[in-house]
């Protein structure tokens, strides 16, 4: 009986665990906002093969479409698309989710684990935009000037 309540409780606090880290909030500043717009633009708007994949998949007809996009305040909808992001965000992050058209762009908080994600209406992942790469990563020396 002491196991199962030990095992019981341990469940408890995981479960509870998981729900803080998945409490999320909307992040509003102008900085943060403005950068997820531009990020979000130029991979979507791009002529890019991807990109127009996404745009016909998602039945965007023309990039000025993309042009309209609303900045998302809702707290539940922010800390569903945050859940997107492939790893752990601390309880109490904040992430800018921006709806683009039919898709959602979700913001990395930590833009050197990535750049965001970008969801379908239902929080499908359609794409994972990564961390800028320097040349010293790729090549292991320095840019040569």
């Known amino acids: 009986m002491k196991a199962m309540l030990a095992a019981a409780a341990a469940l408890l606090v995981l479960g509870a ?5 998945a ?3 909307c ?11 531009d990020e979000v633009f130029s991979v979507l708007a791009n002529d890019s093969q991807f990109a127009r994949e996404i745009r016909q998949e998602q039945h965007i007809a ?10 998302v305040r809702d707290r539940a909808v922010c800390s569903r698309a945050a859940t997107r992001i492939d790893h752990p965000l601390p309880a ?4 800018v989710v921006l709806q683009v058209g039919p898709l959602y762009y979700v913001r990395e908080p930590d833009q050197r ?21 320097d040349a010293v990563t790729q090549t292991g020396r320095p840019p040569e000037r």
Do not use: C, Y
Request: proline share 0%; glycine share 10%.
């Open 113 to 133: 684990k990535g750049t965001g994600v970008i969801t379908d209406k239902d929080l499908k992942v359609i794409a994972r935009l990564g961390a800028a790469v």
């Open 92 to 95: 109490g992050a904040s992430v």
């Open 27 to 37: 992040a509003t500043g102008a900085a943060q906002v403005d950068s997820a717009r």
């Open 17 to 21: 665990h998981k729900d803080l880290s």
């Open 23 to 25: 409490q999320v909030f």
């Open 62 to 71: 023309n990039t000025s479409e993309l042009a309209k996009m609303s900045l």
